[in-house]
């Protein structure tokens, strides 16, 4: 008897429509790849999806953009109150968010929607 776990992030995605179930087996990067790519998304698109993995990644990227540094070990929460540093984590207001994008784009001309981003990263 064969066991086959399910990746509960292509599972929530396969539930909203956003993925087929043929995402079950592949990688979330690939998964999200192929999905983009399907549609002809790109990181400007408010439907663009992103893994956590990679939200957290941008979202340190475009932190840095405004001087805030974010520890490569550090997980990156949303928060309604007060970000910054707690331990382990890193708390990051959507208001910071959509701040970094707006400042990104205008140093790099790059559009990068923040509820994309937001999306993709949990609540804490």
């Given at each position: 008897?064969?066991?086959?776990?399910?990746?509960?992030?292509?599972?929530?995605?396969?539930?909203?429509?956003?993925?087929?179930?043929?995402?079950?087996?592949?990688?979330?990067?690939?998964?999200?790849?192929?999905?983009n790519?399907?549609?002809?998304?790109?990181?400007?698109?408010?439907?663009?999806?992103?893994?956590?993995?990679?939200?957290?990644?941008?979202v340190?990227?475009?932190?840095s953009?405004?001087?805030?540094?974010?520890?490569?070990?550090?997980?990156?929460?949303?928060?309604?109150?007060?970000?910054?540093?707690?331990?382990?984590?890193?708390?990051?207001?959507?208001?910071?968010?959509?701040?970094?994008c707006?400042?990104?784009?205008?140093?790099?001309?790059?559009s990068?929607?923040?509820?994309?981003?937001?999306?993709?990263?949990?609540?804490?």
């Open positions: 008897m064969t066991t086959v776990l399910c990746d509960p992030w292509i599972e929530r995605h396969i539930s909203a429509g956003r993925l087929s179930p043929g995402a079950r087996g592949m990688s979330r990067e690939d998964a999200a790849s192929q999905y790519e399907c549609n002809g998304l790109v990181r400007s698109d408010e439907d663009f999806l992103y893994t956590p993995t990679q939200a957290a990644t941008t340190r990227e475009l932190l953009d405004i001087g805030i540094e974010i520890h490569a070990d550090a997980r990156i929460l949303l928060t309604d109150g007060d970000g910054g540093q707690r331990c382990w984590t890193f708390l990051v207001e959507p208001s910071q968010l959509e701040y970094a707006e400042q990104h784009r205008y140093i790099t001309g790059e990068i929607n923040a509820d994309a981003l937001e999306g993709a990263l949990p609540w804490g």
